[in-house]
């Protein structure tokens, strides 16, 4: 059972920065990919983040440039940079775990979407920038 634990959202203002931390249990990192999305309320559900198995990312036109995927495999963690943020990234986000061994990256962005019952994700942090 794959478990993923997030830490690390909080309050900023806008053109701040935070990072989020995802620690991922009982998973192997070959066999998934891994992302990130969010959800503010009343607003849909946007996957913006992903990295696959070989560390290739893909991202949503509206964090492009100024959010960072990566991940530690040796720790078993995934990480989100967010630079230059702003009021309308006000959400709570996830990580999330994409089964699929050889899936790319821009797959896995595609699959987070408009899959929401596919993959394990956690419990979710919030991130609120304020203008």
């Known amino acids: 059972q794959v478990q993923l634990v997030e830490s690390g959202g909080g309050s900023v203002q806008a053109g701040g920065s935070l990072r989020l931390s995802c620690a991922a249990f009982g998973y192997t990192h070959r066999t998934y990919c891994m992302g990130w999305f969010r959800q503010a309320p009343g607003k849909a559900r946007e996957a913006f983040a992903t990295?696959?198995?070989?560390?290739?990312?893909s991202y949503a036109d509206s964090v492009k440039g100024r959010f960072t995927i990566s991940k530690d495999n040796a720790k078993n963690t995934l990480y989100l940079q967010m630079d230059s943020l702003k009021p309308e990234d006000t959400a709570m986000y996830y990580c999330?775990?994409?089964?699929?061994?050889?899936?790319?990256?821009?797959?896995?962005?595609?699959?987070?979407?408009?899959?929401?019952?596919?993959?394990?994700w956690g419990q979710g942090t919030q991130v609120t920038v304020s203008s």
């Open positions: 990295i696959d198995s070989g560390g290739s990312t």
């Open positions: 999330a775990a994409i089964p699929g061994e050889g899936m790319t990256a821009i797959q896995a962005l595609g699959t987070l979407h408009y899959r929401p019952d596919f993959g394990y």
